[in-house]
């Protein structure tokens, strides 16, 4: 007499399931909520984006601080400039006065002349030319004085503009300066983001493949109860049969 035997086999709880665990094994991770596929050649783009955007942003802070550093060279060359321009204004300031004894002593010459010709010489007796004795001190020509006061304009006028662009490329600097440490936190900012980005999305993937290694384990296990049954409906047919 044939019993009937009765066996419970129990289906796959999420049908979904199988679709992701097939993906699994086949290398790309899918997200569970949008469905996407993540496989490693799109986390190694991204990977190589983000190192190409940090390179472009280290370019840019070099570039800036050449052109800093360019600033500050200018700055040094317009103080030498500077420099130079009071030195010189110095070293005139300082020659004209001593032009000025030198044409009093010349003055004091011919009064000093004109003192040893008044007194009686020995050659008294030899005629003397009566237009040398009219002669005075006056009528001696000085030399013109040094045309310093035309230049002092000039070089007030060359200070003055070397004291404006000074004050401009240290604005300039001032704002370089000001654009280096701005651009310098941001990229900092900028770093740190994608450093916590690039984190935050490990994680999720590593918890992604823990949990679809378990829903692999679970699925294993089903799979070799499903066989077992399957064996043993073969066996009880073969009995069955007999």
Known sequence: ??????????????????????????????CPTCGTDITPAVRDQNAKDNKRRIAELEAQIRILTDKATAAADKLADYEDEILRLRITHTSTTTTSPQNRPSTSSEAARPQTATSTTSKPSRFSFLRRNPSSANITPDDFPTPPLPNQRSSTPDLKAQLEKEQRLRAQAEGKLANMNVEIEELSATLFTQANEMVATERKARAKLEERVKVLEV?????RARLERLEQCCKRIERVRGLLGE
């Open 215 to 219: 829903r692999d384990e679970e699925k």
């Open 1 to 30: 007499m044939a019993a009937a035997i009765e066996i419970e086999v129990q289906p796959p709880d999420d049908p979904k399931y199988t679709l992701h665990y097939m993906n699994g094994m086949n290398g790309v991770h899918s």
